[in-house]
């Protein structure tokens, strides 16, 4: 990627607000210390937890609900991530795989930095920029607005497949016209809210614990730039808050949802998609995967290395 872009020092932090107060993230000493009203030390935070998560201690937990239980107890389970939970998936977190939080893990000092990655930044310029220095190449041409499955247009599915090395990252349940049925994904609806001040939050992402506040969460995007602070409005700010709900044919998909059905059902299309001749499946959408970033290059590397590169190869003419 360095290729393409450098990365500002960006560092990812997030609090939460449950119950009329503001929470660091991920659940740390200081979001502890808060929540109990106590100057516990690490150790002692660490005993506290053990004895709240104890109920399921000795098993492993393959659902989000008892996983949640048994990382952080069932008090700091229930404040900040059930309900939480609950707006983001619509679906029993004894439903979810225990995946989905590993992401989120407890914290015995106060470092609230949200990922432990040993690199971490934003593209300086933002993604589009980088995204157009990676397009920015005689060879490569970028047609938008076109519909795979509208055979009316050339760039169509049944006329490329099997005549050419196809990369598809689109759902692949609607590759297949959903003949196995339909995975499940969320989709997101944003609200854009212009402030008259210059900072709303004081950091880039506030989210709201408690089910009365029916958004998951609200981005502030200036704060994601702290190194533009000068040449950014003093005096305005702009939020989107974040409300999650099942996605349908029409919507855009984002998270797939992934409970043990949807996995079988996703396996049965991989095993289809496994048939088709030159195709490869990437992305979220195309591996019903919920995949970070880096995940999401790591993982396009690899496809290109493994898959596209050898049906490149076999190309007549090259
Ligand atoms: N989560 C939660 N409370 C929070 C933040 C996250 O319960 O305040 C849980 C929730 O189940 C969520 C998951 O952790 O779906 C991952 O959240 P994160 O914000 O890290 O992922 P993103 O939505 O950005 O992909």
Redesign the pocket.
């Known amino acids: 990627m360095n290729r393409f872009t450098s990365f500002t020092n960006y560092v990812h932090r997030?609090y939460?607000t449950h119950d009329g107060e503001v929470y660091p993230?991920p659940i740390n000493l200081g979001t502890i210390n808060q929540f109990f009203h106590a100057h516990y030390t690490p150790a002692q935070a660490r005993e506290l937890i053990a004895r709240q998560a104890g109920e399921l201690a000795g098993t492993d937990p393959q659902n989000?609900n008892d996983k949640?239980i048994s990382l952080i107890g069932r008090p700091l389970y229930e404040a900040?991530?059930?309900n939480?939970?609950a707006k983001?998936?619509q679906t029993n977190?004894s439903d979810?795989p225990s995946g989905?939080?590993t992401?989120?893990p407890v914290r015995f000092t106060y470092d609230n930095r949200?990922f432990k990655d040993t690199w971490e930044g934003l593209p300086t310029g933002g993604y589009t920029a980088w995204m157009k220095r990676m397009i920015d190449d005689p060879r490569i041409h970028v047609t938008l607005g076109t519909d795979f499955f509208d055979d009316s247009q050339p760039l169509n599915k049944n006329r490329l497949v099997g005549k050419v090395p196809v990369v598809y990252t689109g759902p692949i349940d609607r590759y297949f016209d959903y003949a196995l049925g339909e995975l499940k994904w969320r989709t997101v609806d944003f609200t854009e809210v212009r402030y008259d001040e210059g900072d709303h939050f004081g950091c880039p992402v506030m989210?709201y614990?408690d089910p009365d506040t029916p958004y998951?969460?609200a981005i502030e995007f200036k704060n994601f730039n702290p190194e533009r602070r000068d040449s950014q409005n003093p005096d305005r700010t702009v939020v989107w808050k974040e409300r999650s709900r099942f996605a349908t044919r029409l919507d855009e998909p984002y998270?797939p949802v992934n409970t043990v059905q949807d996995k079988t059902l996703y396996h049965a299309y991989a095993s289809r998609a496994h048939q088709e001749p030159g195709v490869v499946f990437g992305g979220r959408l195309g591996t019903y995967a919920?995949y970070?970033m880096h995940q999401v290059i790591s993982s396009a590397l690899h496809a290109y290395e493994h898959q596209v590169a050898p049906l490149l190869a076999a190309e007549p003419g090259r």
Request: aromatic share 24%.
């Open positions: 997030v939460t993230l989000l949640g900040f991530i059930k939480y939970t983001q998936w977190p979810l989905i939080i992401r989120l949200y989210n614990a998951t969460r998270y919920y970070d």
